[in-house]
Nanobody, 122 residues
Framework: QVQLVESGGGSVQAGGSLRLSCAAS????????MGWFRQAPGKEREFVAA????????YDVDSVKGRFTISRDGAKDTVHLQMNSLKSEDTAVYYC???????????????WGQGTQVTVSS
């Protein structure tokens, strides 16, 4: 099991930007697909974006396309979510996740960080 710690959340005005980071540790961290989920008040947790082991492939949902960018550093132990043009609808707790494949990440993973709050004011 990989350990994950998110940071970078905060409060911003609509149209602003934030950059979230997720630090991963564990011997298998560099071989995992990693990504981000979010959970808004009163809503279920939803997938946001993911990046493969080598960073060659990224995935994101329609609601954030063109605004959010996921990236992975060269050491493969840190992932980032650059969030631009933030909307009030982006307000949520954002969780980092990791698993061995994209399917596992999106469907069955239990490898979560503690979450970081993002609040966007309109």
């Amino acid at each position: 099991q990989v350990q994950l710690v998110e940071s970078g959340g905060g409060s911003v005005q609509a149209g602003g930007s934030l950059r979230l980071s997720c630090a991963a540790s564990g011997r298998t961290a560099d071989s995992y697909t990693m990504g981000w989920f979010r959970q808004a008040p009163g809503k279920e947790r939803e997938f946001v974006a993911a990046i493969t082991r080598n960073g060659e492939s990224t995935y994101d949902v329609d609601s954030v396309k063109g605004r959010f960018t996921i990236s992975r550093d060269g050491a493969k132990d840190t992932v980032h979510l650059q969030m631009n043009s933030l909307k009030s609808e982006d307000t949520a707790v954002y969780y980092c996740a990791a698993d061995s494949t994209l399917w596992r990440l999106r469907s069955v993973t239990t490898n979560w960080g503690q979450g970081t709050q993002v609040t966007v004011s309109s």
